[in-house]
């Protein structure tokens, strides 16, 4: 077995004494696609939030490592810098800034226009329009991930929405995790859709802050499907902590 990419190690995230990530255990190997399914209020977001860094995610307890480098004590500009990503279940206005510049931010020689096609976006279309309130927030959403992937990063956390991403087909999600493996990257995938998670490598299945079941995705999807609760509290559900 390879060095993991990323490897945490009993990280814990409490807020009012309450643990919202306990004592998580999870590793992704290098070029690897890893599913990660839980119910609402499992801890997902916060895990992604928390890796990459954002305001207020300090974790309580634990240690990440990524490839080798101490990740809890860098920025997140830092983290960025390693290679790591995150698209973003609410991404941000960038108010006056042009698609085609925000596509390009710190890479004026990237051709923007395949990574728009990857997300069903024309280009002719939408690279001189502006990323502000005149976008849905399904078009915010395409082109974060365009952005994503013309930054070829080493690991990509992608938070995928639960109303999925305006619409965007099944086969075109599928096309782009497929297409960050393809450039050398990892991927996290946050996702409710079963059909998604079936096409990674490994998959995990968190409650209530704990990783409670790893394996193939058929077996993660199987397990899940077998103790889902409409949301997830760590009381109600039969999840035991060990």
Known sequence: MPHPLLDISHLTFEVDRHAILDRLDLAIQPGEIHALLGANGSGK????????GCEG???????????GTDLLSLKMHERARLGLTLAWQEPARFEGVTVREYLTLG?????????LRQVALAPDRYLHRR??????GGERH?????????????????????AGIDMLSITHIIDIIRALKAAGGSVLLI??????????????QLCAG????????????DHFRGRTCVRCDGEVCDYVRA
Request: charged content about 25%.
């Open 57 to 67: 995610y300090a974790p309580t307890a634990g240690n990440v490592q990524f490839d």
């Open 142 to 162: 395409r082109i974060e991930l365009a952005s994503v992937l013309s930054m070829k990063p080493r690991l990509a956390i992608l938070d995928e929405p639960a």
């Open 107 to 115: 890479k004026q020689d990237c051709d923007p226009e395949p990574a």
């Open 45 to 52: 977001t916060t895990l992604a939030y928390l890796l990459m």
């Open 131 to 136: 990323m502000d309130k005149a976008l849905s």
């Open 191 to 204: 996702t409710h859709q079963e059909e998604v998670a079936l096409i990674a490598d490994r998959a995990s």
């Open 210 to 221: 704990h990783i409670i079941f790893s394996g193939s995705p058929r077996e993660t999807v």
